[in-house]
C-alpha cells in the first residue's frame, strides 16, 4: 500500500476507531504526515515513532490487545452483524496490518527522496512486525466471539480500587480445586451453582460463612480458576466499596463475560448505608443487577451483622425488629454454605493430601501426631493450620 494512501486510510478507521487515539497509532500517523512536512517535523516524529515501537517492545502484540480490548459497533452486533459493518471492519483491519508492515527502511528512503535529505538514511531502523491474526471482518468477529472483548478481557481477576474503578490484578492466585482438600460437600454446591450460572441458567448468589482458616475464600478463587476459560470473571470488592456497584454494574452490562463478584470478610458492625444498599442491590432495588453477574460473599458471621445482648432487650417488638435486620441480608443470598472446623478425622484427611502432594515422606503415626501437636499450638484445626504444618515440615526437610 502507498504511503500516502496509506496516511489517508489511518484517518478513515471507522469500526476500530477507537484505536485512533492508541499511541502506537498515532506514532504511526504523525509519521505518515510528517512525509508532507518538511525534515525536521519528519525527523521529530520518525524518532517519537521509534520511541513508541522500542518502549511497546512488540508492535504486533500492542495492537492486537489494543483491537481486543476494544469495545466498538462490530461487539455492540456480534450476534448478527450486518454486511456493510463486516465490510468497513475489514477496512480497519487491513490499515492495521499495513502499519505493521511497514519497516524504518521504508519510512526513511520515502522521506530521503520527499526532502532531499541523505541525512536521514543515518536515522534509526526497525523491522516489521508481523500481521494481526485475523484477515478481515468475519474473521474478526469470529475472534471476539471465542475470546471476548473490552475492558475485562484484559485478565481473569480484578479489584475495585477507591474510586470505583475496576483494575485488573497482573498476578492472580492461581489456587485450583485440587489445592484444597476435604470440603467436597461444600464445594460441590459451589461447583453446581457456578456451572448453571455460566450455562445461563438460574443461579443463586451465595454466602459462605463459618470458622476462620476453613478456605471459604480460597475455594472461591479456586472455583473462578477452574472455570476462567469459559469466560468467567472475579472482581473483588472490599466491604468498603459496596457503593460503587453501580459503576460496576455499569461497566460489566456490556461485557460477553461473567462475573462473580467477591466480598471477602464481609461483615458489618451495625445496619448502615452500606448494609442497606448491599440489600437493595442483591435484592429489591429498583436497578437490578445484571444477568451475567452474581455475588459470592465470605464471612464469619452467619447474620453479618455484629448483634449484642442489648441489641435484644427491648419489648417483643422491638426484640423482633432487631432479628428481622440481623437476617434481612443473609436471607437475601439464595445459597448459604457453611465451612465449620474439621474433626480429627477430616483435619488429619487433609493433612495426609497435602503432604501426598508435597511429597512429604513420614511415616503415617508421626506425621498425625506432629500434626496434632502443631494444631493445638495454632489454636485448633483447619485446613490454613493443615498447609501451615505442611510448609513447616517441607522447611525442615530442606534445611537438614
Known amino acids: 500500500m502507498e504511503l500516502s494512501a496509506l496516511?489517508?486510510?489511518?484517518?478513515a478507521l471507522s469500526v476500530l476507531r477507537g484505536l485512533y487515539r492508541h499511541p502506537l497509532i498515532r506514532a504511526y500517523r504523525d509519521a505518515l504526515d510528517s512525509l508532507q512536512q518538511d525534515a525536521v517535523r519528519f525527523a521529530d516524529c520518525y524518532g517519537a515513532l521509534c520511541e513508541a515501537l522500542f518502549?511497546?517492545?512488540?508492535?504486533?502484540?500492542?495492537?492486537?490487545?489494543?483491537?481486543?480490548?476494544?469495545?466498538?459497533?462490530?461487539?455492540?452486533?456480534?450476534?448478527?452483524?450486518?454486511?456493510?459493518?463486516l465490510d468497513a471492519a475489514t477496512h480497519d483491519i487491513e490499515v492495521l496490518n499495513a502499519l505493521l508492515a511497514l519497516d524504518g527502511t521504508t519510512l526513511r528512503i520515502a522521506a530521503v527522496g520527499a526532502f532531499d535529505a541523505p541525512a536521514l538514511r543515518a536515522l534509526p531502523d526497525f523491522p516489521a512486525a508481523p500481521p494481526l491474526p485475523?484477515?478481515?471482518?468475519?474473521?474478526?468477529?469470529?475472534?471476539?466471539?471465542?475470546?471476548?472483548?473490552?475492558?475485562?478481557?484484559?485478565?481473569?481477576?480484578?479489584?475495585?480500587?477507591?474510586?470505583?474503578?475496576?483494575?485488573?490484578?497482573?498476578?492472580?492466585?492461581?489456587?485450583?480445586?485440587?489445592?484444597?482438600?476435604?470440603?467436597?460437600?461444600q464445594k460441590q454446591q459451589i461447583l453446581k451453582n457456578t456451572r448453571a450460572f455460566l450455562d445461563g441458567r438460574d443461579a443463586n448468589n451465595i454466602l459462605l460463612y463459618g470458622d476462620k482458616g476453613t478456605g471459604k475464600s480460597s475455594t472461591v478463587k479456586a472455583v473462578v480458576n477452574e472455570y476462567a476459560e469459559r469466560g468467567l470473571k472475579i472482581i473483588e470488592m472490599s466491604p468498603r466499596h459496596i457503593a460503587c456497584f453501580p459503576k460496576i454494574f455499569a461497566e460489566t452490562l456490556r461485557s460477553p463475560f461473567r462475573f462473580i463478584v467477591f466480598l471477602d470478610?464481609?461483615?458489618?458492625?451495625?445496619?448502615?448505608?452500606?448494609?442497606?444498599?448491599?440489600k437493595a442491590f442483591i435484592e429489591g432495588g429498583?436497578?437490578?443487577?445484571?444477568?451475567?453477574?452474581?455475588?459470592?460473599?465470605?464471612?464469619?458471621?452467619?447474620?453479618?451483622?455484629?448483634?449484642s445482648f442489648a441489641d435484644?432487650?427491648?419489648?417483643?417488638?422491638?426484640?423482633?425488629?432487631?432479628?428481622?435486620?440481623?437476617?434481612?441480608?443473609?436471607?437475601r443470598f439464595g445459597l448459604e454454605i457453611t465451612f465449620s472446623v474439621p474433626d480429627k478425622d477430616?483435619?488429619?484427611y487433609?493433612?495426609?493430601?497435602?503432604?501426598?502432594?508435597?511429597?512429604?515422606?513420614?511415616?503415617?503415626?508421626?506425621?498425625?501426631?506432629l500434626a496434632e501437636r502443631f494444631a493445638l499450638r495454632r489454636n485448633g484445626r483447619s485446613p490454613r493450620t493443615a498447609r501451615q504444618f505442611i510448609s513447616q515440615q517441607l522447611a525442615e526437610k530442606y534445611e537438614k
Open 134 to 185: 485475523f484477515r478481515d471482518g468475519a474473521a474478526l468477529a469470529s475472534f471476539y466471539r471465542a475470546q471476548g472483548y473490552g475492558f475485562f478481557a484484559q485478565s481473569s481477576a480484578f479489584a475495585v480500587q477507591d474510586g470505583g474503578a475496576a483494575a485488573p490484578i497482573v498476578h492472580p492466585d492461581a489456587i485450583r480445586l485440587r489445592d484444597l482438600p476435604g470440603y467436597e460437600r
Open 265 to 278: 470478610d464481609l461483615s458489618f458492625s451495625r445496619e448502615n448505608d452500606n448494609f442497606a444498599a448491599l
Open 346 to 348: 477430616e483435619y488429619l
Open 7 to 11: 496516511r489517508l486510510r489511518v484517518y
Open 312 to 331: 435484644r432487650e427491648g419489648d417483643e417488638v422491638r426484640v423482633r425488629d432487631s432479628l428481622e435486620t440481623a437476617t434481612s441480608l443473609s436471607d
Open 286 to 307: 429498583l436497578a437490578g443487577k445484571p444477568e451475567n453477574l452474581v455475588i459470592y460473599a465470605t464471612s464469619n458471621r452467619r447474620h453479618l451483622i455484629r448483634e
Open 55 to 85: 518502549a511497546c517492545q512488540d508492535a504486533h502484540r500492542a495492537i492486537l490487545r489494543a483491537v481486543h480490548y476494544d469495545v466498538n459497533p462490530l461487539t455492540d452486533a456480534i450476534a448478527a452483524p450486518p454486511s456493510a459493518l
Open 350 to 369: 487433609i493433612v495426609d493430601q497435602l503432604a501426598a502432594e508435597n511429597s512429604l515422606d513420614l511415616p503415617e503415626e508421626t506425621l498425625h501426631l
